[in-house]
């Protein structure tokens, strides 16, 4: 039985929003024992103690929208690896985002059960991965990554991508339930254009209110939800119209779309880091001139965007949605929301609202007796300054996954 008592920390919890004077927090068998300020508990035999000198406790972080096995934006390059490879890449990211703070992450598109498996044995080191296997995308739509001159569809399920091609309603059944075979915890399905793919303007509105009922049913079939990608009302409207329970981006939703988000009791992904840093590489992006004329477009609106969500109290939750050389930059999401919403409610994004997206609510993201030990040790207090977590590499002391210290 291992166990792990960490003294002389400041723990802070975010249902309240609040950081304890010193305290201290035991962990046994990789979940949190008990907490409390003040004298700590005389160790027991074989106890590890780990004072850490009036740093900040607080849980592990959720990054909700990332895309493990994209780690490369050069496409013509990506085109020549072999599964075994791009796996490899994969796993060596999620262990930098472990050591970034983040030992949670849900993958909405590209992510399998054998990478899940991977990191849940301990033969890579990562966060604990929540995937959805690959995102639906209609033919022409987000996911359809198919230079104009070629017609043969995209050959499917076994090549590394991060998205295959379902149109109509049986198809899209028949996908959703061979992903949810293979284990996936969520069905990502894409409803409108987006910024990477070539052919598909920001403003489309893709798969009908049908094939939508049909993901939603099948993943409702399997106790699990429906995620959208979606920038803006008509495709957001239709999602939720139809039971999808989260959205991702949402950069150029108006009020009336807010107020929906609100009364479904649904949840919003946005990740305005991604538009910031693929801005700031510009051409060096790979991305052809028609898609960094939709990354302006939807950039410029979605600070905006959070804060007119924040207000509506809308369920919002962290995410980065970084791909390839893009990755190091994912903690500085923090700083992006910290310009128009409090410490606590963003620290909340990435914990306690991430686990309720999840379904893990009391098992990750919390500091309560019972919940997985993911834990981050930090100099300085995030409720005063999230600078605190956008700086691992000076900040973060320790990672502790499940009672371990990595
Ligand atoms: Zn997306
Ligand atoms: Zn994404």
Known sequence: ??????????????????????????????????????????????????????????????????????????????????PGYATVRALAEAGRMLRRGFTTVRDVGGADHGMARALAEGLALGPRLIHGGKALSQTGGHGDLRPLGEEALPCCESRPNFARIADGVDAVRAAARDEFRKG?????????????????????????????????????????????HAYHPRAVE???????????????????????????????????????QTAKLGARSGLPESSRRKLTEVRDAGLATLERAHRAGVNLVFGSDLLGPLHPAQPTEFLLRAEVQPAADVIRSATTTAARLLGLEGEIGTLAAGAHADLLVVDGDPLADLGVLADPERRLRHVVKAGAVV
């Open 238 to 276: 239709r999602a939720l119209r139809a039971g999808v329970r989260c959205v991702e981006h949402g950069n150029l939703l108006d009020d009336a779309t807010l107020r929906l988000l609100v009364e479904k009791d649904a949840f919003l992904v946005p990740t305005l880091v991604a538009y910031e």
């Open 184 to 228: 996936a915890a969520h069905l990502k399905v894409l409803v409108s254009g987006g910024v990477a793919s070539p052919h598909d303007e920001i403003a489309a509105v893709q798969y009908s209110e049908e094939e939508l009922r049909a993901a939603v049913e099948e993943a409702g079939n399997h106790n699990r939800y429906v995620t959208v």
């Open 1 to 82: 039985m291992s166990r792990l008592l960490i003294t002389d920390a400041h723990l802070l919890h975010p249902e309240t929003g609040t950081r304890t004077e010193a305290g201290w927090i035991e962990v046994a068998d990789g979940r949190i024992a008990a907490t409390g300020t003040g004298r700590p508990p005389a160790p027991g035999e074989a106890v590890r103690v780990l004072p850490v000198n009036g740093a900040t406790v607080l849980p592990g972080l959720v990054d909700a929208h990332v895309h493990l096995l994209v780690t490369s934006l050069d496409l013509v390059d990506a085109a020549s690896w072999t």
